[in-house]
């Protein structure tokens, strides 16, 4: 299958380590900017319903604000309990350059 981008937001939208939801396809995705590199990441907990985006970034992870469990932003595997299943992660790729140049996301093949 091949992987259908979507422009999720411009990337002078995204504040380094802080979070962004969008939804692409109806999809929640929190979008990351941090060490250089813009990831993109389900935006619900594997472990409950709760926003990721809504939780602090570090060391190329997202921290789960309500029970502590941090996901790899490149792999979405939690480094610790009580979370144990993976986040879907999603290939993105950017277009352009300088203040125009946009995030593009494809929801529909996971990285
Ligand atoms: S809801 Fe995310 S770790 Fe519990």
């Not at 939208?13 to 692409?24: C, N, T």
Request: proline share 7%; hydrophobic share 35%.
């Amino acid at each position: 299958m091949t992987a259908a981008y979507v422009r999720a937001c411009g990337l002078a939208e995204l504040e380094e380590d802080s979070p962004k939801r969008v939804e692409i396809d109806g999809v929640p995705v929190s979008l990351v900017r941090t060490e250089g590199e813009v990831f993109a990441i389900n935006d619900i907990c594997s472990h409950a319903n709760v926003s990721l985006s809504e939780g602090e970034v570090e060391d190329c992870s997202i921290e789960c604000w309500l029970h502590g469990s941090s996901f790899d932003l490149r792999t979405g595997k939690p480094s610790g309990l009580p979370a144990t299943q993976p986040v879907p992660v999603y290939p993105v790729k950017i277009e352009g350059e300088g203040p125009d140049a946009s995030v593009l996301v494809s929801v529909t093949q996971e990285s």
